[in-house]
């Protein structure tokens, strides 16, 4: 029982915190676009990467 005296006020805190972040985030505009960072992946910018070679070999078929 006495343990209960230590966990209570312990919970209450971490609820609080996790409280204070998600308000946190959702006035910080954390949230705002959800679907341009999950499409950025595929947009091809590593054209630099790809060999001139490679690059002509493509165009060509």
Known sequence: MDM???????????????????????????????DSPASSILFDDDDHLIPDDAKAQTKNH
Do not use: E, N, T, Y
């Open 4 to 34: 209960l005296f230590v966990l209570v006020p312990i919970a209450i805190i971490l609820v609080s915190f996790a409280a204070w972040g998600m308000r946190w985030a959702l006035k910080s505009g954390q949230f705002d676009d959800m």
